[in-house]
């Protein structure tokens, strides 16, 4: 019984040790993800206001809602942990965002081409710009009602045009 006593007692001084693990005062250890860096996925992103995202071979990014266009085929390219690079297959544009916060194709992957992915609790993704924010606030990717691309500086996270489904290429 005695010796229990003893074992609890030293269970729980060890617990509340500063630096301990699991205590909210200790150091967190670094996570690595390096599997996650690199990865590549051929998907389409459909949206919620039902068009899929397409940057045609102008360069232009807009809505389109013929689900077999080649146009819509994207390969979306993990750069860092949640940060992706959108480019189109067909056309080889990437999907980009200018200082405004309007859409448009890069044929080199820049900066402005960089993308934090985040999954939503509705199961869609959303996109905003790395690098590009409007009063503090990000700036996401996004397409309207009639498939046009809106302009960053309008969108917020929990907007339906913002949403996202990435969708096998079958």
């Known amino acids: 019984m005695r010796g229990r006593l003893w074992l609890g ?20 250890t670094p996570r690595s993800y390096p599997h996650l860096e690199g990865d590549v996925r051929w998907r389409r992103l459909f949206s919620a206001t039902h068009f899929f995202l ?30 992706v690079a959108l480019k189109a297959v067909h056309s080889g544009f990437y999907v980009a965002m200018s200082r405004r916060g309007c ?22 993704n959303t996109y905003a710009s790395v690098h590009w924010h409007r ?18 500086g309008q969108t917020r996270r929990h907007h339906p045009s913002t949403h996202f489904l990435p969708i096998l290429v079958s």
């Open 54 to 83: 397409r940057v045609d071979p102008g360069g232009r990014v807009q809505g389109t809602r013929w689900r077999h266009s080649p146009d819509s085929v994207l390969e979306i390219r993990s750069l860092r942990v949640g940060v």
């Open 9 to 28: 007692l030293a269970w729980l001084l060890l617990a509340r040790a500063p630096g301990a693990a699991g205590t909210a005062g200790g150091p967190r």
């Open 103 to 124: 859409l448009y194709g890069s044929r080199v992957c820049t900066v402005h081409c960089r993308f934090r992915e985040r999954i939503e609790e509705n199961g869609y």
């Open 135 to 152: 009063r503090a606030r990000p700036m996401f990717l996004a397409l309207d009602g009639q498939g046009a691309p809106r302009c960053g």
